[in-house]
């Protein structure tokens, strides 16, 4: 009880978001119910408030929450939608906000490229897949998930322990920034108090903080530190690319 | 004279031993017909290196033997011939190995030689040479040739080691070995049930007397601490003050195994279905080593026989009844192998009657053990000869062996008729041959008994039955030679060519029919075999000597008679056996039917020990069976429970993979934060 | 440095909803779809790390994340197609072969839900390289 009271901002998101998750799982039901999207726009509302605490860049701040919530909403409407080319699409809504999210954490590269290779390339494929092999619409295997209760409150467990860990409670917030972490890893915290010397024993002076977040030091970090890396990536793509050519199946008589 | 060495000892045993592996495992691949050689070289060996002992013992004056109680351990060793010259012992003995070392009980295999130990070993291993001689040609052809051979020269090696031990379980384990190669040979051609059935009957009787003798040992263990025979005999005194009864069970409880392996009464069923073997085996089995191994053993143990006059008594008891049965039996049978089988059980009776008889007084004892074993001496030679004379009537008469479908082969066969008329005489008891020696001492035994102790009146009966055995001994011997060998001449029709047999066969036949003529007369009236006997560490000091001329005056009639009447039934009036079976039909048919012990055997003990094993095997597949499947079916319901888990589906392995990381990370937080 | 804790929290909130999509759709395409936004969410944590550290491990990282991600809907597509070709559906239920061999899988067949819109009809082209078969699509339409 005590436990509860402590922790309420934690453990109310958690209930509402779980109840709304399980509850917009496609059940037989044409459309899911109101109130289940509401209770789970509240849940995001309740974490979202938690989390608010200005750092002093508005624009940042703003643009934050708004990719965000986005990329949250998106996520909860991909894996609930009962048509899965729309979750296709939520699902490419989401890989947007992500990339939104990898431009404020200075990954210019990244964040082009996961929109590349993602919304680009990857859901574009789904999709193509989709077509051939499910033109009836709907089917009633998307219509009815397996098991949501169970599934949807181990999760949510698990993103309770998670950010029990992450989200700063009181007293722990007036000793460091870094509140849960500081138990878990005292040394991060260290790091993060001098972040100029934070160049761990791998790193080369390619990976320093002048060369940080520009195309170049990405480029010096993966050809350099990751070369042999970056080359066993390109070999796993041929593979890959060669194996799934000989894994799809034989066109027959013209249909496939 | 060259020394009398372990290695020498050693090779006793030891060559057959090196020959049966040799051809078990060379045998098939490489000897196939040449598989008789090794076996024979090593008997040839064992022969030569027992004779050579022999000839050690017998240079030794018997007034220097040493009272067993002065021997010990020191002095147990193997002597070199000058020391014996200086300080002669009749024992020899070599280290073995420690075999089994316990808290309270040292088994060292060890081999120990005294008098009566060579003598064992001279009979045995000359017989076994000269039957593996005979086999080499009876046996030619057979697929199963090498494996004969490999087990024939096991067999013989078992038997040595028995004879050679020093203590009863060293004995016991050897005497288990002779009955294994027993069941072996005797089921040689197990592809015939009635071999198996015979093998495997054999082995089962044997083991109701091998019960006895184990349990035996295990009292002698309790008793006096030991196994071994010196030390056992030693403690016999202080034993006696503080125990007396327990000789009487010890004795009861070893003669039990004499009985099974010697084949007494009631267990000497086994040994007229040993028949189904190959002759030569039936020659070794009945002549040296396997039913000679209880009178041994008997004969071995004779200072704790002498301490119970009970069982002294039941020993001459149930020999009696052996001898008599079996020689009844012995009368009326067709099949010249079960007319010798038979003739061996009463034979082995007799020898047993005079064993009891050395309760009587101490001085009687030596002589009593000593006509017994002397018997056993002489019957091993005509025995063999007997059986391998038969063999060779069979191998002619083209493996017919029923003497009403053959008659008169005196002029096809004429060496082994010469032989065989030799080794029937013998058996018989004809004067100066040796089996009238022999059966003369045990008669001469008996008679002794009538005189002194406390039982006249039961010697008597035994003395009677003794000498109506050796009458009809002799009736039946030459009833098997007249119905072979006299008479027209006729043939089965198996018979494509009745012939002699081959000089491999018959030379060690005449072999043996030399043995049987003289070996007693020189041996048994000069005393050569009971002074060498009763060197023996067994045997108390020597003994009277008695003779009675009355008594070989008697047996010599009773030969006559016996012999006489014989050929008048078979070969002057051949139409009086007719006559007189069906004049005395019950009793004939009693005799043919071997008074009906198997049948008797069969409906006291067969059936209802399967009786008894069908309400085992419904206990155990009822009971136990339904108590292990009820305690086998809990992890298998315990697994029903969670097999559901293993569905098959992908979605439930990764919820299941989601809930380890969750209670793992929980699990983690709890320790991290408290 | 409350920045660093925001990023980490809505990367882990993306993948817990992609894990939760993992467990209980039934489409295979939505089931991979989930899988690749568990992905998003690892590489969100590593990008929010390596700006944390201020150095790039994190984004290379995140680089090669991206690499596996391709190479894994490359292949899992293949096998979706040749799954769907064997059994003409994306249901993962109807792949339970792997279980114990009695267990019967728990197919919740629910009668299939009238889908709330009709079937929608959508102007179709004439399949390339034939005749046109208009016999049969008339007949078909009507």
Known sequence: MQWLKEHWLLVLPMVLGAF?????????????????????LTAIGIVGGSLLQPTGSVLNDALFFLFA???????????????????????????????????LQSAPFLASATVIVYAGAIIVTFLFVLMLAQQAGTTNYDQNSRQPVVATFTGFVLLGALLFVLLPSKEQAADCPLTGFVSLAPKVHSVAQSPDQSSTPQSTSATTAENFGTMRGLGRSLFGDYLFAVELAGTLLLVASIGAIVITPKRSSGKL | MSELTPALLWLIPGAPLIASVFIACFGKALLRGRSHVPCVAALAVSTACAGFMMLTFLAMPSSLKQDTSLLNREQIQDLPVEA????????????GYDWSVTENLRVRLDLQVDSMTALMLCTITLVSLLVSIYASGYMHGDPGYPRFFAAFALFVFSMCML?????????????????????????????????????????VVNRIGDFGFILGIFLIWKTFDTVKFSEVFDRIPSVLETNPEVFTTICLLLFLGAMGKSAQFPLHVWLPDAMEGPTPVSALIHAATMVTAGVYMVARSTPLFVMSPVAQMVVTGIGAITALLAALTALTQYDLKRVLAYSTVSQLGFMFMALGAACVSPKLTTFAVTAAMFHLFTHAFFKALLFLGAGSVMHSMGDVIDMRRFSGLRHVMPHTRITFLFGSLALAGCPLLSGFWSKDEILVALFEGTKAGGHETFFMAILVVAVVTAFLTAFYSFRAYNMTFLGEERFPEEAHHPHESSPTMTLPLFILAGFSVVIGLFLGPTGVYARQLAQSTSLPEHGDHPHSVPLMALSAAIFAAGYGLARWMYVKAPGVPAKLESGLKPLHRLSLNKFYLDELFTYLLVIPVKVLALVCTLFDKYLIDGLLNFVGSIPSMIGRIVRPMQ???????????????????????????? | MIVLTNYLIVGSILFVLGAIGFLTRRNLITLMLSAEMMLHGVSLNLVAFSNFHQNMQGQAFTAFVLTVAACEAGIALALILTLYKRSKSLDVNLWSQLGEADIESPHEEEPAVPTAQPAQKFPQLTPAGRSPQFQKETAHRV
């Open chain 2, 647 to 674: 569905n098959g589906l992908v979605s439930n392995y990764a919820w299941v993979m989601l809930l380890g990381l969750v209670l793992f990370l929980i699990q983690m937080l709890r320790a991290f934060a408290g």
């Open chain 1, 20 to 40: 709304a998750v399980a509850r917009l799982m496609p059940k037989g039901e044409p459309r899911s119910s109101l109130l289940a999207r509401l209770v789970g």
């Open chain 1, 69 to 103: 919530g986005v990329a949250v909403l998106a996520a909860i409407l991909m894996i609930t939608h009962r048509n899965p080319a729309y979750s296709a699409l939520w699902f490419a809504v989401v890989t947007l906000a992500v990339s939104g999210l990898f431009l």
């Open chain 2, 84 to 95: 014996e010259q200086q300080e002669p012992k009749p024992l020899a003995t070599t280290p």
């Open chain 2, 163 to 203: 004879v050679l031990a020093d203590n009863y379980l060293t004995m016991f384990v050897f005497w288990e070995g002779v009955g294994l190669c027993s069941y072996l040979l005797i089921g040689f051609w197990f592809q015939k049930p009635s071999a198996a059935a015979a093998a495997r009957k054999a082995f």
